[in-house]
């Protein structure tokens, strides 16, 4: 077994202790004793360590997107999202059609079987639509959105060939009730966004089992005094996974820090990227979903000024915002890492039996090295 010993992060703070992995996963970790007698560990002294960022609406990264990327480009992508200290994650897609979808699986499935560690796990795609309202779209391509019904959402869930994990819908659409039974029934979590959904109808898209949120407060109505709406929603408890984007910028400072404080609200919400292909470069302007777009910030606006996306990798907009005095350091972890890590059941958390997937926090309060599976990939 190999180990360290190091400040590590326990769920409420840093504390001296040690961690042991084989396999690929934690066996055995302590704070209160010394390792095990015959255990080496490397000492990394006042190091603070932090689990592995868990990213589940990463639409691409490095130049790379990902559905279009070949299996080469993808592995180049995932190591090189490994390395900005994002170590799982959902592969995030725009609407496709079935032909295009079913390449896709072609090229992942290639990707899959290359044999390689230093990558970033990526167990499954978000597909933002295509049963969203096409008045809510943003950025996403018109082209291929499509009207939810039973048999749409049968053809979506094969075209992606077992790659399905989340799939945002509008839950106001008819027939997106339908939609989600049959995504429920393939194991894919049905996902409010890009929606003109009053409460009522988030009420009854999870009337018959779990669901998330995509981005809370993007593409969706406000919060209202006579309509709480999909944000309403939400903050009451009834929505499993809240996905939130932590740029400072899809939402404000303000409201990050209020939602990451509301109690019912702790255990669901989670930061997510919302990356384009070309996030991790310094590329001012790039196309991407049939537009072009250009960098503001960590943000990427189209040529109108609105909101695309993403330009800088989960780690970095979370600590930024940590930096700026919007979130806690366990607000950090929380968001980055354990709600996240929760969707998948076996990482975003330094515990025995988890996956061996964590990062290094310089004193800058930037990332250092990172450890996928107990192997350093940076």
């Known amino acids: 077994m190999q180990g360290i010993q190091a400040q590590l992060w326990n769920g409420r703070r840093f504390a001296s202790g040690w961690m042991l992995w084989r396999g690929g996963k934690i066996a055995q970790l302590g704070f209160s004793s010394p390792p095990p007698k015959g255990h080496v560990c490397a000492d990394f002294g006042r190091t603070r360590i932090l689990p592995g960022f868990v990213d589940t609406l990463c639409h691409g990264f490095s130049g790379v997107d990902c559905s279009t990327g070949s299996a080469k480009d993808l592995q180049r992508m995932t190591r090189a999202l490994a390395a900005a200290g994002v170590t799982t994650a959902l592969a995030g897609f725009y609407p496709l059609s079935i032909s295009e979808l079913r390449m896709a699986a072609k090229r992942w499935q290639n990707w899959k079987l290359h044999r390689g560690t230093a990558r970033t796990r990526v167990l499954g795609w978000h597909v933002e639509g295509p049963f969203i309202a096409p008045s809510m779209r943003g950025a996403l391509p018109r082209k291929h959105l499509l009207t939810p019904s039973t048999k749409a959402a049968r053809q979506l869930v094969k075209a992606c060939g077992g790659w399905l994990r989340q799939c945002t819908l509008a839950a106001e659409l008819p027939g997106s009730l339908d939609a989600v039974e049959v995504l429920r029934a393939a194991g894919v979590c049905p996902s409010i966004g890009h929606t003109q959904a009053d409460y009522r109808h988030c009420i009854a898209f999870a009337a018959n089992g779990g669901c ?4 809370l407060g993007n593409r969706m109505p406000p919060l209202q005094a006579r309509e709480p709406g999909p944000i309403g929603f939400a903050m009451a408890g009834f929505a499993d996974y809240v996905g939130v984007i932590p740029d ?24 997510v990227s919302d990356n384009l292909s070309h996030a991790g470069l310094v590329a001012s302007s790039f196309s991407a979903g049939g537009q072009t777009l250009s960098r503001r910030g960590g943000s990427a606006v189209d040529k109108q000024g609105h909101l695309a996306g993403t330009l800088d990798p989960l780690p970095e907009l979370l600590l930024r915002a940590h930096r700026e005095g919007c979130l806690s350091m366990a607000d950090v972890v929380r968001l980055g890492c354990e709600n996240p890590g929760r969707f998948f059941g076996d990482c975003g958390v330094l515990r025995e039996g988890h996956r061996a997937d964590f990062v290094v926090l310089e004193p800058d309060l930037s990332l250092g090295s990172v450890w996928v599976g107990g192997r350093q990939v940076v």
Do not use: Q
């Open 212 to 215: 998330g949120i995509t981005h």
């Open 248 to 271: 400072l910028m899809h939402v404000a400072p303000e409201t990050l820090k209020l939602w990451a404080r509301t109690p019912e609200l702790k255990n669901s919400l989670l930061a």
